[in-house]
Structures are given as C-alpha cells and as structure tokens.
C-alpha cells in the first residue's frame, strides 16, 4: 500500500498530462466528422461556446473534487458525501468499459503506423485492407496486446517517472506533429481541380443552408457529446489526476491552459484532415465516420499524393498513435488508482489485475468481428448495425458518461453546493473567474442539456 500519494511535479506536468487524456483519437477522427456534417463553422462555434461554458464547468468539478478528497473517482464522491458513493462506481466503470476497445482501436493505429513506416502505404490504401485486418483471428489480437502491454508498462512505472515524464516528451512532439501536418494539408492540390484550401473553407465557413431549428439541436447535441471525448469528463479521469494535484498550484490557471491545449488540437485536427480529404476525395470522402475516415479514406488519400504520401501517413500515424497511447494511459490510470484507494492494493497489483481483465476483453471483442459476429440496431441510430465493440461504446458513452455527469452536477449544484468547488478552486487566493456562470451551468444549465443529450441516446429525437 502507498502511504503517500504521488502528485505532479509541477502544474505543466499536470497539464501535459491532462492534455494528454485529452487529446486522443475521438479528437482526430470523430471532430472533423462532426464538423464537416453539421456546417463546418456553425459546428466550431457551437462547440467553442460550450468549450468555454459547459467544458469549463465540468473540468473545473471533477479535478477539484480529486484535489479536495485526494481521491481517485471510485472513492472520491463517497468521501464528498456518504450517500453518492455510487456515483463514484459508475465513474469507474466507464473506463473500465472504454479500456478494451481503445487498446484495440490502438492496436489498428499500431498496425498502419507499421505499414506506412515500413513503406508499405500502398498496400493499407488497397481496398478491403482495413476489414480484412480487423476480422482477422490473430493478427488483431497481437497488435492489441502490444498497444496495452506500452500503455501498462507507463502506469506501472508510476505517475511522476511513467506518466509524467511520458507526456513532457510526447505532447510537445505531438503538437509539432499537427501543427506541421495541419500546414501541409493545406498546401496539398487534389483531383479535379479542388485544394487544401478549397477543403479549409469547407471546414470554417457555416453552412447555414437547410438549417432549421432541428438541424441547430442536432448541432448542439453533437457539439456536447464531443466534448465528452475532448475534456476527458465523466469518465473518473480527470477526478484521478486532480488528486494527483499539488494544494499549492493554480488550478483556475491550470483548467484554462486544458482548455486552450484541447481546444486548439481539436480545431487542428480538423485542419489536418478535412482539407485533404476533400481535396482528393470531395464532399463523398467526408462522409466516413469513426473508423472508415481514419483507416479507409485517409489512406487513399496518402496514396493519391505519390511518392510522399507515404512520408505523410508515416508521420500521421505515429502522431496518432502518440495520441492514441498519452489517452489509454489516463484511462488505465483511473482504474487503477481506483483499485489502489478502495481495496489498498500496491500500484504493481492493480496494475497487473486490470491489464488481465482488459485484454481478456479486448480479445472478446476482437473476436466480435470473426468468431462471435454479430450486428444489432441501436436506440440511436437504428439504421447501423453495431458489433460488439460498437456496444461497449454505446454503452459507457452513450449511457454511463451522461449519468455520472447529470448525477455530478446534482451533487455539486444542489447537495454539497457550488461554494465547495469554488473555495477548493480558489483557495490560494486565486480568482475564480466565470464564477456566476459556473453557478448556473453546474444547477440548471448543464442537467437540463445532459438530459437531451441521454434522451437523445435513447432516440427519443430521431
């Protein structure tokens, strides 16, 4: 048992760190989607607004709560008040779930990081690559084991020497990476006379074209939902590593720099990925969602450019795998640490134990795709058919996410209070600025929102 809670070194290293369960593939793949489907720029401002009001509010609860109890989220909320323990076993549970098919996701990352960096770019262009891959028995389940095995070897080396030092490395590297793939896919001319630029304007100019009151509410829903991938909430992650922040640094200023990191990759995410897509492949290649716009439309996209191509995707993969691994890392992390605080176990077991657990599901699921095949209809979307992997995610992101976040803004707006936040936030004297829209947004606004958003999970809107 650890008598001493580890914490950050200092307020980047939290920073980079947060930033680093932020910055993962739901930032890289489902964004630009989002953007490019609901009006490019409508969608940016839509998701800015709520950035900086409703991201804000939640960021600022769940790593204050962490703080005040120095707890990770499986014992946190019960700590903060006896009756909402509970909540805290959702918490935990949601990236319990997310675990095992993230590292499978890591896994294809994995195998076209290999591909383009072996010079074989061509052959993951080709069509049927990518399906022929994932139904595959044991090539999935060796790339899975791999990505896991990086992401345990980090947390079990700890939280200042593991995770820590991993995100001062990988994150500056990682921004290099965008930034510099973001100007080069604006630079990129396509086939029948459309360029990075012409796919820039489609990306921040609103399309306010056949938009009505449904459309907007659709916007905002997806706007919302994304910023549950983005900021790293309701999912006990950013509990932990508010527990793992010193009393004496600046958590106002620390949330705001989150926000700002966050924020900027996201919106170069889009950069890096809708111009080029739609220099080569138009309107159509922006349909692809999830999986089929990283791992189908990109590659032939990479192909489409020639010789450099493959330098390109070689480049694009490892930063997503970067991105890929900074994210797993804090998603192990809190259910680990949650296992440390509830059952006294050493970092070594809890490690060890949820890394078992993890891959025994993960080859469940990968085997969801071969074996054990199956397609059912969801409440959201009943025209898809969702595989196993589908189903986790249905469940822990669709479900559980929005009930730890409603349950959380109970807790906070009407049980314990909002003062509890604030003085936590504030208590080296720190100013704590949105503090009146914190207010409404943790009582009324953000429940009411949070609310739609499950409903709309349940496909109560379609």
């Known amino acids: 048992m650890e008598k001493k809670r580890n914490s950050f070194s200092s307020s980047i290293g939290f920073v980079l760190a947060a930033a680093g369960s932020a910055v993962g593939l739901g930032n890289i793949w489902r964004f630009p989607y989002l953007a490019a489907k609901d009006g490019g720029g409508i969608f940016l401002v839509v998701y800015i607004v709520l950035a900086l009001t409703f991201g804000f509010t939640m960021l600022v609860t769940e790593v204050a709560i962490g703080r005040k109890t120095k707890q990770s989220a499986l014992t ?22 997310i675990l095992p098919y993230y590292c499978i996701i890591g896994g294809w990352v994995l195998k076209y990081c290999v591909a383009f960096c072996t ?12 399906t022929g891959f994932i139904t595959g028995y044991y090539e999935p389940i060796i790339y ?87 900021i790293s909430v309701a999912m006990g992650i950013m509990v932990t590593y508010g527990s793992y922040f010193k009393d004496d640094s600046n958590l106002m200023k620390s949330v705001n720099r989150i926000e700002i990191f966050d924020t900027a990759v996201a919106f170069l995410a889009g950069v890096m990925i809708i111009p080029a897509v739609f220099a080569f492949m138009g309107d159509e290649g922006l349909q692809n969602a999830g999986p089929g716009l990283m791992f189908v439309a ?76 199956f397609e059912v209809p969801l409440p959201n979307d009943p025209t898809a058919r969702a595989q196993l992997l589908d189903l986790f995610d249905y469940v822990s992101n669709n479900i559980f996410m929005p009930v730890v976040a409603i349950s959380t803004c109970i ?51 379609k």
Request: hydrophobic share 55%.
């Open 144 to 230: 899975t084991f791999i990505f896991l095995a990086a992401v345990a070897l980090v947390v079990f080396i700890g939280v200042n020497k593991g995770i820590e030092s991993l995100s001062k490395i990988l994150m500056p590297i990682l921004l290099v990476l965008v930034v510099g793939i973001a100007i080069f896919s604006l630079t990129v001319k396509g086939s029948e006379g459309r360029t990075g630029m012409d796919g820039l304007g489609k990306y921040i100019i609103p399309s306010v074209e056949n938009m009505g009151f449904k459309e907007v509410f659709g916007v905002v829903m997806d706007a919302m939902g994304q910023l549950f991938y983005s």
């Open 76 to 97: 946190a909320y019960g700590k903060l008040h006896k009756r909402f323990g509970w909540l805290g076993g959702f918490a935990t549970l949601v990236p319990f779930m």
């Open 298 to 373: 990109l590659p032939k996209v990479f192909q489409a450019m020639g010789w450099i191509g493959n330098i390109v995707g070689a480049v694009f993969f490892v930063m997503v795998f970067f991105a890929a691994l900074t994210s797993a890392i804090s998603i192990l992390e809190a259910v680990v640490s949650s296992f440390m605080d509830k059952f006294n176990w050493t970092r070594r077991t809890s490690t060890i134990v949820e890394t078992a657990v993890a891959l025994a599901l993960g080859i469940l699921i990968c085997l969801g795709y071969n074996a054990i095949y």
């Open 119 to 130: 010079g074989q770019g061509v052959t993951a262009a080709s069509d049927g690559y990518f």
């Open 411 to 461: 807790l906070i707006g009407w049980i314990v209070k909002p003062k509890t936040i604030i003085d936590e936030a504030t208590k080296n004297g720190e100013k704590f600025g949105r503090k009146y829209l914190y207010i409404a947004m943790i009582r009324y606004i953000a429940p009411v929102l949070l609310c739609l958003l499950l409903l709309g999970s349940f496909g109560v809107f």
